[in-house]
């Protein structure tokens, strides 16, 4: 039976940890701030708004929510990201996706300032993770490096398998890896033999978003395996990407489906608010 990689444990560990920092930030005159623009009612960007702001208020990190109407024209966002990009104390801007059809995601990501980017999508900040000279990680590749290493578990020299090729997860996650040394394989939909090529991999990352895709016969046995999936099941349960029950009798780590990545996406980008205050404090 595997161990059980605890997000929610790992998560609170790292926030009592901000939360010192946070203070200790403060004594020196720096206050962390981030600012989070929602634009439009969607339901689930609303809880991932609030949870946000509730965190941020947790470590003691200042936050504000600005809500756009969904009728919002992208100039008049543009102007709302300058006016926060030219404020001491918003260290950090995230706009929270997906926006409305008639606004240009790419166009508001270029917008905000690189050393405000806490989500660290910006196409300066995408480029610095590639060579390695970064200040900001993308918040769930970088979470998932922190469960992996805070579980104990060497990365250097293992075979690395990513499934997902995404910009946000998959492509950031196999850089991640590769920079801590392992050897990285990428796969994606079209990929052949999928199951064969996951059952290379000491460490198996999976984010796909489909349903209990992974099977246990397509994991080595003492695999880690990490499921960033977050699929809403027909009776509204959530589940990952991969079939928790049969691959935890084979994998030697497992992260669960509430509990394992989720809560480590929030973590970083605090983390990421901090080091956009320090260096904007420098
Ligand atoms: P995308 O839809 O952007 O990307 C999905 C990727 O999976 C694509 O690269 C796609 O390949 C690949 N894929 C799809 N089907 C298959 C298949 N049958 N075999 C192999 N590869 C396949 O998703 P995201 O990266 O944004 O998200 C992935 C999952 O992670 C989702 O469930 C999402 O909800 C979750 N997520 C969770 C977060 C958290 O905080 N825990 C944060 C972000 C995402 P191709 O490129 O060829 O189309």
Redesign the pocket.
Known sequence: MANIIDGKKISAQIRTEIAEEVKAMKAQGIHPGLAVIIVGEDPASQVYVRNKGRACEEVGIYSEIIRMPESTAEEELLAKIDELNARREISGILVQLPLPRHINEAAVIAAISPEKDVDAFSEVNVGKIMIGNHHFLPC?PA?VMELIRRSGIEIEGKQAVV????N???KPQAMLLLHANATVTV?????KN?AEVCRTADILVV????AD?ITADMVKPGAVVID????RKADGKLTG?VDYAGVSEVAGYITPVPGG??PM?ITMLLKNTLTAAREQNK
């Open positions: 769930t979470g499934v997902g090729r995404s946000i997860v998959g796969c994606h939909s079209r990929t999928l984010a796909i978003g489909k895709f960033v999936g977050m699929n990407d990545v989720g996406t």
